[in-house]
């Protein structure tokens, strides 16, 4: 079987180009050969916005030709240039709902129409979220929406002997205002009035969006945290290991922005995999990427104290934390990618046993 992609990039620094690495390295360890369109970086860079996803179209139909199974990771833009170039050579398609970029489609004149021409000429249409199926059904006119969660590579994130010795919380996610850490670094600073040691470490890229990186560091001297607020970034795969399995607790308090939000939260599992307990936020993607009460608590968005008190519970009481830490091992066990890419793999198999084209 061979498949073709289409997909925006492999960094990984960001949830989603990490997913696309491990998703696509599995694909081909099943046996399976691929072809790999991106927008941004790789050895395929053909794909584009606006007017380009035409073009886009007409650049990826010599690839299609040559696959069995088209593969589009969001619906804009890379499902409808999958769509558009999919016309006449009735490929398979499927198309897996991410998050903002499946949902920001619906609410533009310019691209709603070709959203929904997409996702009703796929022969398979998932989400990797409740949250995300849901956002999407108020949009589409049908009920077939597969959820599939995202999963982590478990042989490289799994740490069941990890110490957990370091006196610091820690979050992960590229420095943007849909990332909530204007919300979590005060937080922060309540919590350490009553552990005073305590070290906040944010990883991620400090470029996507210059302005707000400064406006944190403001914030962090503003609420006395300036020096205990680490931003690092460019971090290897060890050193990002090394960090999870030796922080207190994860915390990303994300935020919807308009229709910005957070389509799943693949770190909350990474995070889980090395038995840290999470504290996130409600109503967006995390819900499916934390077990509530269970390995971390799910706060209101934009609410300072609500995370404050999550917090304080779990580094205080010390019988949560256990708990938690426990629970955090068996969740990101039942995430292991291999189950994810089984269920893909099952999907491909499917619509190519069905006659019927997309």
Known sequence: MKICFLLNNFDFEGGGGRYASELINDVRRAGHETIILTEQGGSLPILGRGYKVFISAWRARKYFKKCDIIHALDIYP?????????????KKLIITAQGTYSITPFYNLKTRWLARLACRRAG????????????????????????INHGINLEKFYQPEAVHLGNFILGVGSLKNRKGYHISIPAFALVKKHLPDLDYFIVGSQKDDPAYFEKLKKIAVQNGVGGSVKFLTGLSDRELLNLYGQAKLFVLTSINIDLNVEGFGLVFLEAAAAGLPVVGTKDNGIADAVKEGENG?????????????????????????????????????????KKVINKYLMAYEDLLSNKKSC
């Not at 890379?78 to 009735?90: K, P, Q, R």
């Not at 706060?299 to 009481?317: C, F, G, R």
């Open 124 to 147: 398979l249409l998932t989400a990797i979220s409740n949250f995300t199926k849901e956002e999407l059904l108020k949009h589409l006119p049908i009920k077939e929406i597969v959820v």
């Open 297 to 337: 608590f799910l706060v209101p968005q934009n609410d300072i104290e609500s995370t404050v008190q999550a917090m304080k519970k779990i580094l205080i009481e010390p019988e949560i934390w256990q708990r938690m830490n426990q629970n955090s091992y068996l969740w990101a066990r039942e995430h292991d990618l």
């Open 78 to 90: 890379y499902g409808v240039v999958a769509c558009l170039a999919n016309i006449f050579l009735n």
